[in-house]
């Protein structure tokens, strides 16, 4: 996580758990795509990262960090981590674990773990959407007690991501955003449907400026755009046609709000995840 003026979250987070507890073994899990840092590095005993794309294992991991913890608090196991950052930027989406180049990468960290001494191998995949200093693939590797051995593993598990990494690829269909217009449109002559396209209020005028949109017999669903002055303006007038501007408001260097008349359908408020209204 980034804070503004802060920078990395984490770290700052577990440096304090550290001053607080110095002496009190701190372990953690962490996300798949997490951007390593020395400050996370020098004030924690142990990290384990999600080794699932969507990240299914949550839980797994929350108990593969505790078992590091117990094993160090109660049966003297003395942790010692490796970490190696590997110059390697990819998008979050092209590391599913269901598809290779994942699947090889993830089965030699469950190789690396088992063997004698080892206590947990990660690839952290980092999160270049983030765009900062930290921003790269780490290979993380706690050894119980020899930090050579965790060391030797990292070189050995990097030294593979970096074999493999022209291979990392997007699992869905990605194109630019005419042709992408031109492929849905063909696939809407041809009867496939539902097509779900993900992109930004940009997008969005594309598809309003397209004369082919006029003509289709079903409606376009365009969701999740973020606007909380927008919606407001929307309060009390479900049923009335309003000219609104909405779009843009957290992305502002790749995208730019658009201005159209539409009818309000509906606003809710109080939303939970309760579904009260
Ligand atoms: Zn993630």
Known sequence: MRVKKQGEAEGYFIEELRSIFPDI????????????????????????GYKCAPHTDCFETGEHAAKMTINTLENNANAKSAWVRVPILIAGEQSSTSVETMIELIRALRECERKEGLMAASYLMGFSWADNEDGSIAVYVVADGDLELAQKEAVKLAELIWAKKDNFSFQTETYHEKEALDVVFEAVKEGELPIYISDSTDFLKLIMSDNRTDTLRKPIIYGGIYDPIATKQCEGRVG???????????????????????????????WSRKGKI
């Open 25 to 48: 073994p701190i372990f953690s899990s962490l996300d798949m795509h997490t951007s390593m840092t020395s400050r996370m590095h020098s004030n924690c005993d142990g990290f384990v």
């Open 240 to 270: 009335e046609v309003i000219t609104l501007t909405f779009g843009a408001k957290f992305d502002t260097a790749t995208s730019s709000p658009i201005t159209t008349t539409g009818i309000v359908k509906a606003y809710i408020k109080n």
